[in-house]
């Protein structure tokens, strides 16, 4: 069973507008995102980046 990241507003994603499929701590994604619109995200995924040992 594959688990997804997020769900798409646009497009069709991988399966059900559900698209970053998830596996262990990686996630695999051909979604293209804006910095801007995803500052909150980024930055979480920088703290996370910081604290994985």
Do not use: E, K
């Not at 059900?16 to 995200?41: C, E, F, I, R, W």
Request: a positive charge.
């Amino acid at each position: 069973d594959t688990r997804y990241a997020y769900r798409l507003s646009r497009g069709i994603g991988i399966r059900d507008a559900q698209d970053g499929a998830l596996v262990n701590n990686t996630l695999g994604s051909y979604t293209h995102l804006h910095p801007v619109a995803s500052a909150g995200m980024f930055r979480h995924f920088v703290d996370q980046c910081r604290n994985t040992h």
